[in-house]
Antibody, heavy 122, light 107 residues
Framework: QVQLQESGGGVVQPGRSLRLSCAAS????????MYWVRQAPGTGLEWVAV????????YYADSVKGRFTISRDNSKNTLYLEMDSLRAEDTAVYYC???????????????WGQGTMVTVSP | DIQMTQSPSTLSASVGDRVTITCRAS??????LAWYQQKPGKAPKLLIY???SLESGVPSRFSGSGSGTEFTLTISNLQPDDFATYYC?????????FGQGTKVEIK
């Protein structure tokens, strides 16, 4: 069964760091561009970052650029999001998501994780 | 950034109704548009990709249309399981952006 499972969320103070993980199963992670998408409480969805299937290219939303780093370990079938200098406005459920077509650079997200909650609070 | 604007924000409907949600892009995105359904506490679920292609396993009462800047999601014969929030998303240009959502409520 094709699945994504996030972990690593929690409560963290402003200015601190947190690393999220996303374990993939049922498919070969190394052939898909992968994404992080977040949703602040009671609000809509926001694309956060993307990493190419080979790990050579990453793009970030302006709101996280310079503070967040997306990476992957294809040997472990795992995606990561390193979040530094966290702010209150980063409080959200963080989802990892897979694009529909292997090695495609533009398509819809067909597989989502269940999400992990990050709360940034003093 | 490409702005995606959905209307209405909230829609009240009854079981059996036909409902239509509109999504407008601030610039042309060709047909690079997806629709998702989200229920409280759950991850979004893909319904439609490439503006009008139905994702595998999604009931045929869901349909999408449009290209360029104007898109619609139609649910014919609304079922109890369809009461949820719906989002459009463009994947033509980074940053990929979502509409603000349309909540379909029971009338």
């Amino acid at each position: 069964q094709v699945q994504l499972q996030e972990s690593g969320g929690g409560v963290v103070q402003p200015g601190r760091s947190l690393r999220l993980s996303c374990a993939a199963s049922g498919f070969t992670l190394s052939t898909y561009n992968m994404y992080w998408v977040r949703q602040a409480p009671g609000t809509g969805l926001e694309w956060v970052a993307v990493i190419s299937y080979d790990g050579n290219n990453q793009y970030y939303a302006d709101s996280v650029k310079g503070r967040f780093t997306i990476s992957r370990d294809n040997s472990k079938n795992t995606l990561y999001l390193e979040m530094d200098s966290l702010r209150a406005e980063d409080t959200a459920v963080y989802y990892c998501a897979r694009i529909r077509i292997a090695m495609s650079t533009g398509d819809a997200y067909d597989i989502w994780g269940q999400g992990t909650m990050v709360t940034v609070s003093p | 950034d490409i702005q995606m604007t959905q209307s209405p924000s909230t829609l009240s409907a009854s079981v059996g109704d036909r409902v239509t949600i509109t999504c407008r892009a601030s610039q042309s995105i060709s047909r690079s548009l997806a629709w998702y359904q989200q229920k409280p506490g759950k991850a979004p679920k893909l319904l439609i990709y490439r503006a009008s292609s139905l994702e595998s396993g999604v009931p045929s009462r869901f349909s999408g249309s449009g290209s360029g800047t104007e898109f619609t999601l139609t649910i014919s014969n609304l079922q109890p399981d369809d009461f949820a929030t719906y989002y459009c998303q463009q994947y033509n240009t980074y940053p990929w952006t979502f509409g603000q959502g349309t909540k379909v409520e029971i009338k």
